[in-house]
């Protein structure tokens, strides 16, 4: 059974960082797509970082790159999003979510999903 818990998300400053982590069981997770999502209140879900399922390639959405980097460990199960000099437009519930095929970074090709971790930044 596949089964992906986040965790690290907590209230941080503008300027700030913070690491989430998303532990999965039930699939070795650099053999499927995996990603991290992001929903802000009154928005719709959108592709932070993902690792496709292709070619292993990264997708970083403009809005945070230079300042996100994901990464993983297979030894320990778990996906990382280093989230660094965050900004209020960074508050958001995120997600990490898993596929045994996708090339894109778009919700709607994921199949496994995350509970959420809420991230807020705030002053």
């Known amino acids: 059974q596949v089964n992906l818990v986040e965790s690290g998300g907590d209230l941080r400053q503008p300027g700030e960082s913070l690491t989430l982590s998303c532990t999965v069981s039930?699939?070795?997770?650099?053999?499927?797509?995996m990603g991290w999502f992001r929903q802000a209140p009154g928005k719709e879900r959108e592709g932070v970082s993902c690792y496709s399922s292709a070619d292993d390639s990264i997708y970083y959405a403009d809005s945070i790159k230079g300042r996100f980097t994901i990464s993983r460990d297979v030894a320990k199960s778990t996906m990382y999003l280093q989230m660094n000099r965050l900004e209020p437009d960074d508050t958001a519930i995120y997600y990490c979510a898993t596929s045994p095929w996708a090339s894109e970074c778009v919700a709607h090709v994921f199949t496994n999903w995350g509970q959420g971790t809420p991230v807020t930044v705030s002053s």
């Open positions: 039930g699939f070795k997770l650099d053999y499927w797509a």
